[in-house]
Structure formats: C-alpha cells, structure tokens
C-alpha cells in the first residue's frame, strides 16, 4: 500500500511507515503523476483535489488534517467512490484561544469592558460553539447566526445576519467556505453587509479569506464605519492583500487553528480513519510526546484586579498573540514559512494558574476556559 502524504502534516512521521509505504511531499507540489500507483494521500489545505489531479489515479481515500475542506472537489469524490474525511472540530479550542487573545487586546487598548459589549458569531458549529462559550463565561451579551442550526433546531436562540450586523459592538466569523446552495458563504460579507453593520463596529474572520470580499472590507475600515479588524485569514493566500494587511489591528498567517493540540487531534482524526477504511492494524492511534510548554505554571496575584484584567493576564501567559503579529507585519512574504515552522502553542489545558486572593468566581471562570487552578497564599 502507497499513501501521499503532505510534509507538514504535523506528528505524522512514523505512524504509518510499519503498514504502507509513506511518501511524504510538499502539498502544493502533489500531482498526479505520483499518485497513478498510490492508494491514499493525507492533506492539508494546499493540495486542490479536482479531476484535474485525480483523474486516472489509484487513489481510495482523501484525508485532509484540517477543519475545511473546501479544497476537495466532493462531488467528483463521491461519483467517483473515493472516500474523503476532514477532521471537524479538530482544532476549535485553538481558535477559541486566538478569538480570547484577540478580544482581551482590543479592549485593553481601546480601554472598555468585554462584558459591556455584544458579540455577534456567524457560524456556531464547533469553533463558534467554543467562543460563545468564551463570550459567555466573561459575561459579555452574545447573538447566534447560524442558518442550517437553525433550520434544524427551530429559530428560537438564532438572529438574521442583519441584526448580527446592526446589534453587535463585535462581529466574529466561524463559517466554512461554501461556494453552493443556500447556505453559500462565499463573500457573505460585501458592501452591503458593511452598509448594514453598526458604525465603528470591529470585525474578526478567522474562518476562510473568500467569505469576506477584500475590497468592502478595506473600503469599510478606511471610512471608519469599522472600529477595527482581526484578520487571520486572507483571499488568494498566500499572496495576501498588502492595504489589508496595514489597515487591519490584528493580522497573523492563517494561524488560529494552530495550536500542538489542534494539529494532534487533526492528525488523528484521519489517520484513524483511513486505518479503518483501508484495514490497517492500528487503533486508537494519537501522536505521543507533545511538546510541552518551557513554562508551565503562573502566578497571579488577583489583588486590586478586575475579573477581565485576570483573565486576559491568564491567556496572554498562554499565548502572546503579539508575537505572531509581530512575524507577518515584519516580513508578509514569508506567509507559508510562518506557517510551516510555526512555533509550539499549547491550549489552555496545558497550564496551571496559581491565584493568590482570587475570588471563587474568578477561579471558575478561569477553570471554565480550561486552565488548572490552584491558590497560592
């Protein structure tokens, strides 16, 4: 058995090779030439499976370690009987970390209250799910849209995208790219969405670049009908739009998802599948020794401090969002390096906050999110 596998699918490596023979490749470079005599191939999102590259190819099973999979062609999959997956939810508490990390440094810097503000998630599936929940344990007012929820589960906890767009202070977008149907997301936001938006309203997509259409975008930020924008996720990446990239507060290389957790989870979702597809003798399959943290442990003194000032020491300590900042605006060209050796992030579950005269609300709080706690004297 051959299987095609992207290189920087992370903690692969060594999983596979004792039942088939593993070639790992870059993914923009697979084609299909070298999968004429393989039998499956594990991807990322920069690998386009079309007829283009498929056609005439061996090829039973697709597995993409990643959340979307807008990159596969389904229908041809489907009519064709290759078996596909993608890893839903492999990675939402990552983004649940970048949208924490990216709220608390907006409203530091703009000096007001998360709880005194209304945050709008279009698309609550796993990662819209993990920041409400976020939104919520901070206390802040939070208004669901979510069309395909809401047409299964009846429209009672669902807004219409205008009133997201009219009634929320923060408007967060966590909707796959879907170029189809009813539900087609592709440039859902557009002109006339930032028309409808509530003035100096901020603006965060950490889902797929074509949901937005760049040019509205950019129009809305330099009218100042937009507070400001959160942009991990670009149109045409990696060639990314330049005025965008100046224009926006936070910008970083499509790195949200990017957590030691989320890639480990995401690599085990497929390989588990295509071992169950293609019969192979490994089970329960998870990737072993996870970089740890170099630190591990803080503490914090809760003394004289606000529950939102804890809070957002907490996750900067977790995870500094200006360091990724920092490596796109210095050098953008770089964008699938920064990607590609990305440095080890780890999810809140992987520390332990010491709270020296916390409040018990403040440590359930900060226990809601994930993190360990414990209090010091």
Known sequence: MKIIADDKIPFLKGALEPFAEVVYVPGKLINSEMLKDSDAMLIRTRTKCSDNLLEGTGIKFIGTATIGFDHID???CNRKNI???????????SVQQYIAASLLKISSEFHFNLKDKTLGIVGVGNVGSKVEKFARTLGM????????RAREEGGKNFQSLDTILSESDIVTLHVPLNVVDEDNTYHLF??????IIRKGAWFINSSRGEVTDTKALKKALGSGKLGGAVIDVWENEPDIDAGLLNQAFIATPHIAGYSADGKANGTAMVVNFLCKILNLPLENWYPKDIPVPSLQNILIDCSG???EEII?????FAYNIDEDIARLRFNPFDFEK???DYPIRREFTSYTLNLVKPTEKVSK???TLGFKVTHGS
């Not at 007012?141 to 395909?148: I, S």
């Open 312 to 316: 957002r020491e907490a996750v900067s």
């Open 190 to 195: 557009n002109e006339e969405s930032f028309k």
């Open 305 to 307: 401090k606000s529950d």
């Open 83 to 93: 078996i596909w997956t993608n890893a839903p939810g492999c990675n939402s508490s």
């Open 74 to 76: 389904v229908h041809y």
């Open 338 to 340: 920064q990607r590609g």
């Open 141 to 148: 007012n939070v208004l669901l849209n979510d069309p395909p």
């Open 365 to 367: 709080m900060l226990e």
